[in-house]
């Protein structure tokens, strides 16, 4: 779900957060000064030209299962990126009411003007696209144990977030009927 990449909006993002409000996470190094944990946060300091970056040195140990172990939790399950998405949207909208631009000084310079999901997407790291199916499905999955199931099997990479968001579509739809029109008997629903 993360970028290294220079260029990308997660790492762009990054950089902004870091500029506004410092690094709030310090970097885990070896006594050999080799990085562990908070590659993105040096290349950013760098790019930043910060003369001082906060660090802690690493326990003793196997720098290479060091190195895996504090990496290990990077990845995000789908259901843990909505849970983060929801408190991100929150303050979004906080900060968009005082700056009249969506999450500025939070997510994107200034002069950025999109829509509160973009901005989401991009803090995530995900493709808009894929941030709304995502959404969709968990949204859904809080009232329906069906859309909950398919909220697990994604989770645990079982199925697609395509798949996912297709099934929930499917959930969701039933006849529609104009305003008081009642359902003739002889429609049988087939899911």
């Given at each position: 779900?993360?970028?290294t990449d220079e260029t990308s909006a997660v790492f762009l993002e990054l950089k902004l957060s870091?500029?506004?409000?410092?690094?709030?996470?310090?970097?885990?190094?070896?006594?050999?000064?080799?990085?562990?944990?908070?590659?993105?946060?040096?290349?950013?300091?760098?790019?930043?030209?910060?003369?001082?970056?906060?660090?802690?040195?690493?326990?003793?140990?196997?720098?290479?299962?060091?190195l895996i172990e504090y990496n290990r939790y990077r990845i995000k399950l789908?259901?843990?990126?909505?849970?983060?998405?929801?408190?991100?949207?929150?303050?979004?909208?906080?900060?968009?009411?005082?700056?009249?631009t969506v999450g500025r000084g939070f997510i994107l310079p200034e002069e950025a003007r999109i829509r509160t999901s973009e901005a989401v997407a991009i803090r995530l790291g995900l493709k808009r696209s894929n941030y709304d199916k995502i959404k969709k499905v968990y949204t859904v999955a809080k009232t329906d144990e069906r859309a909950k199931a398919l909220m697990d099997r994604l989770d645990k990479g079982e199925i697609t977030v395509e798949k996912a968001y297709l099934a929930v579509r499917t959930l969701d739809e039933s006849p529609r009927l104009h305003e008081g029109e009642e359902e003739p008997e002889f429609i049988r629903h087939y899911n």
């Open positions: 779900y993360l970028s870091i500029q506004t409000n410092g690094i709030l996470q310090p970097l885990i190094i070896t006594k050999d000064n080799v990085i562990l944990s908070g590659h993105r946060r040096w290349l950013a300091a760098k790019n930043l030209t910060l003369s001082e970056v906060p660090f802690e040195y690493a326990p003793e140990g196997d720098e290479r299962i060091l789908p259901s843990e990126l909505m849970k983060e998405a929801e408190l991100i949207e929150v303050v979004i909208s906080e900060l968009a009411a005082v700056n009249r």
